[in-house]
């Protein structure tokens, strides 16, 4: 008995450790001594690794809302003030839905949630210029669900920051 | 076949009253019929033996023609097959007459017998005559269609759509093709190509490659365009595509940022469809070409999913301007809308029936989603189908018969296309090859 619980923990564990890493950048940093910044890596605060790791790249929405709660706010106000510390970099703002509705409704709710999150970047003083929105409505979920617990995660904003200019 | 193949072909089909049946009076005193109507009706049956090859050529094709005609009626859910194995007699002869003691015998209601020919240079040429067993009469006169032998299941559908419509007194809708969203891969990391393909799943084909997200293909009300949602450019737009030739261009909406959900109106000149700017969703529609840009809707909620009716002068559409997503109709210049979804759940993607009478809409309540219609002022709502995920429905060119996507749960979970007929009855899953989502039913070809 005690064995077979041992065996369903480490599964576990494996099963959480693949979604807290999905979508993620490689840790090139991993193997850095402390201290040592390694350009590029999450250790390196100008990094889009750093960026996507240790601020967070993305926010979670309640059902049918594009409403900002604290949580989002804090995680935002940080993206805001990396953004305009690192001023060679743009972001795209993707917004997702779950898959509890229909397609082009989901994509309508994406770009709500997209443009909530812009706004609030604009807000706080990063240039309008430097961030697009797009959405993905339910068509890129990062988990497959059939609970409210995986539907929540896929209820999601995500700030990619990229290094090229933004084109229309 | 080549798709150009399958579009010429409209023009050298050509429908010929078969002569030297003028002797054969019909001497019906009560026609054989169907009244479809809401109630449960005992499928009528039929027997469809093999047709009669005139030469040697037409072996084949003289077997496979009488099957896609039965499976055609069979899938219906209104007519009931009998085997061949139950057959007394059959039919030697496409002008010998009609044994009708025989195939009273086994209650045969209606009798199809066909002739096949193949001439030397391709030509395909079936005749076809339907017998009424109990009034012991032809039904109609026999007609005789022609073509090319790759078009062979298109004129098996026509045959269908004439035995159909003569006992039912509606147009079939056999003779059609749907265009679709192909699907391959997990749900989380998922390729989708257009495609297109009969209506019962045969000829596939692909009109575009995995490379880009594409959505929601809608064919135009001639059949020889589709409107379709792409992630070319990173950002969703709409692009036109011509079937005949495959070709695509983004259509030239007023800017945001993104447009989405196109639909034609009843005249093909014309597109409905949402545009995203700032993240507010609303209803615009305009030319194809890209001319006499209007905006119809403009209120802070999301306006989507719009559809013109039958006659072009109204147009259902979603809002979740009450607070969560309902189904309005508004003049087809806007103006203001009357809600007519009233029940418990949210409504989407409406569609107006051809025939006028009728919205179908997706609902979501309770957990579960539904495949539903409603009469236009949005009463008597009937549910026909529950899944955990029923989305997208289309009508059959005949307002008889909506196809929609059902997705299946779970990892492994995967979209496949179904019909189901109006009634709520005859479910059953469309048989192609791999996933499938978004259908768009062409009208009668």
Redesign the interface.
């Known amino acids: 008995m005690k064995h077979i619980t041992k065996v369903a923990f480490v599964v576990l564990a494996l099963g959480a450790s693949a979604c807290t890493n999905a979508g993620r950048f490689d840790n090139a940093g991993g193997g850095a001594g402390a201290g040592a910044v390694v350009p590029g890596s999450v250790s390196d605060p100008t990094s889009p690794a750093y960026f996507q790791q240790t601020i967070g790249d993305r926010i979670l929405f309640e059902v049918d809302q594009a409403t900002l709660n604290d949580a989002a706010r804090d995680v935002l106000a940080q993206q805001a003030t990396w953004l305009m510390a690192n001023g060679a970099f743009t972001a795209i703002i993707e917004g997702h839905a779950d898959e509890q509705g229909t397609r082009e409704y989901n994509l309508a709710l994406g770009a709500r949630r997209a443009s909530a999150v812009q706004n609030y970047l604009i807000e706080r003083g990063v240039a309008a210029s430097r961030l697009r929105t797009v959405s993905y409505g339910k068509e890129r979920p990062i988990e497959i669900c059939s609970d409210e617990a995986c539907y929540s995660l896929n209820r999601r904003s995500v700030t990619v920051i990229s290094a090229a200019g933004l084109t229309s | 076949m080549s798709l150009h193949k399958i579009l010429t072909l409209g023009r050298m089909l050509t429908f010929v009253a078969l002569s030297g049946l003028a002797g054969l009076a019909p001497a019906i005193a009560e026609p054989l019929r169907i009244e479809i109507t809401e109630g449960v009706i005992e499928p009528l049956p039929f027997a469809v033996p093999d047709f009669q090859a005139q030469n040697a050529a037409a072996t084949e094709m003289s077997r496979n023609i009488a099957r896609v005609v039965a499976a055609d009626l069979a899938g219906t859910g209104l007519f009931r097959e009998i085997p061949s194995t139950a057959f007394i007699s059959t039919i030697t002869n496409f002008s010998s007459p009609v044994q009708y003691a025989d195939w009273r015998a086994i209650n045969a209601q209606a009798l199809i017998s066909g002739a096949v020919s193949v001439a030397e240079d391709g030509k395909l040429t079936v005749g076809f005559r339907v017998f009424d067993i109990f009034s012991q009469g032809q039904l109609g006169e026999g007609l005789q269609l022609a073509g090319s032998t790759e078009s062979w299941r298109r004129i098996a559908h026509k045959v269908a759509d004439a035995v159909y419509s003569r006992i039912t007194g509606e147009s079939g809708y056999f003779d059609s093709r749907v265009v679709f969203v192909n699907e391959t891969g997990?749900?989380?990391a998922?390729l989708k190509r257009l495609a297109i393909m009969d209506y019962d799943g045969a000829n596939l084909q692909f009109l575009t490659d995995s490379s880009t997200?594409v959505?929601?293909p809608r064919f135009s009300p001639t059949g020889d365009r589709v409107l379709y949602?792409s992630y070319e450019?990173?950002?969703?737009q709409i692009f036109l595509l011509q079937i005949a030739n495959v070709g695509r261009a983004a259509l030239p909406t007023p800017s945001g940022?993104?447009s989405?959900?196109p639909r034609f109106s009843p005249d093909g000149n014309q597109v409905v469809f949402?545009l995203?700017q700032?993240?507010?969703?609303d209803i615009y529609r305009m030319d194809v070409s890209g001319g006499n840009p209007q905006r119809l809707t403009s209120a802070p909620s999301?306006e989507?999913?719009p559809s013109f009716s039958p006659d072009g002068s109204q147009i259902v559409f979603?809002s979740?301007r009450s607070g969560?997503?309902q189904l309005y109709v508004m003049g087809a210049n806007g103006g203001e809308a009357q809600r007519i979804s009233s029940g418990p759940g949210?409504y989407?993607?409406p569609v107006w029936s051809p025939r006028g009478d009728l919205i179908v809409f997706?609902k979501?309540n309770a957990g579960r989603f539904h495949i539903g219609v409603m009469r236009t002022d949005g009463s008597e709502e009937r549910l026909l189908t529950a899944s955990?995920?029923d989305?997208?429905p289309t009508w059959s060119p005949n307002g008889r018969v909506i196809m929609f996507t059902r997705?299946s749960?779970?990892?492994a979970?995967s979209s496949a296309l179904y019909m189901v007929d109006i009634t709520g009855r005859n479910l059953r899953r469309v048989t192609n090859q791999g996933a499938a989502s978004?259908p768009s039913w062409s009208p009668l070809q």
């Open positions: 997990p749900k989380n998922r997200l959505l929601s949602t450019t990173g950002f969703p940022n993104m989405f959900a949402s995203e700032g993240g507010n969703t999301i989507t999913g979603t979740d969560s997503p949210r989407n993607t997706t979501q955990f995920l989305e997208g997705e749960q779970g990892a979970g978004d």
